[in-house]
């Protein structure tokens, strides 16, 4: 069966600092991968996703994920981080039953 | 376009009462789900549904019912409520499935006491 890990349940970065947050997965065949962000109180968006082809995928708000095969990774990143950032962020992986991670929080410093 | 509805927002139910989490969605996708969100452990998918008249079992469907007469509503039934569903519940939708984005609705925080 397919799962998701997010290794890294709260994370910490000062506003303008770059952002990299981890998942792994596993999956028996080519994944469907996904990462939404959950503001407080509200339900979940979509950042971005990966099917197929480039595994250097752009989402909105400027975060990027690469999904890398041999590592069963799909790390989301983004190169300076605006407070508004602040959320929670949680890496699926899509079939049937779309599965989730844990979640990784983000809190930003000014 | 509203999205995908969801009520109530808060709800406080006493051991044994049993009561009914209404979602409906408007973007007349076939796929609607129905998650739990615990802290620390991400969402939990209960329920899931390909289409009107068809319903699954997600990871953790015991101690809850669903049904989907229709291709916009998908409630979820809770019988004789315990505390150990305690959660927020989300219900999403999708046009077909996996390789789609799901769409969201607001939660309901449901506190069993």
């Known amino acids: 069966a397919q799962s998701v890990t997010q290794p890294d349940i709260h994370i910490t970065v000062s506003e303008g600092a770059s952002l990299e947050l981890r998942c792994n997965y596993s999956?028996?065949?080519?994944?469907?991968l996904f990462w939404y962000v959950q503001s407080p109180g509200q339900g979940l968006q979509l950042l971005l996703k990966?099917?197929?082809?480039?595994?250097l995928v752009q989402g909105i708000k400027g975060f990027e994920a690469e999904f890398k095969r041999s590592q069963s990774s799909f790390n989301l990143r983004k190169p300076s981080v605006h407070w508004s950032d602040a959320a929670e962020y949680f890496c699926a992986v899509g079939a049937w039953d779309m599965r989730f991670g844990a979640g990784t929080r983000l809190t930003v410093k000014p | 376009n509203a999205g995908v509805t969801q009520t109530p927002k808060f709800r406080i139910l006493k051991i044994g009462q049993s009561m009914t989490l209404q979602c409906a969605q408007d973007?007349?996708?076939?796929?609607m789900y129905w998650y739990r969100q615990d802290p620390g452990m991400g969402l939990k998918l209960i329920y899931y549904s390909v289409g009107a008249g068809i319903t699954d079992k997600g990871e953790v469907p015991n101690g809850y019912n669903v049904s989907r007469s229709t291709t916009e509503d998908f409630p979820l039934r809770l019988e004789l409520a315990a505390p150990s569903q305690t959660s927020v519940y989300f219900c999403?939708?999708?046009?077909?499935?996996?390789?789609?984005?799901?769409?969201f609705g607001q939660g309901t925080r449901l506190t069993v006491v």
């Open positions: 973007m007349n996708h076939n796929y």
């Open positions: 999403a939708s999708n046009p077909d499935g996996m390789n789609t984005e799901a769409f």
């Open positions: 990966y099917f197929s082809g480039d595994t």
């Open positions: 999956y028996g065949a080519t994944p469907y």
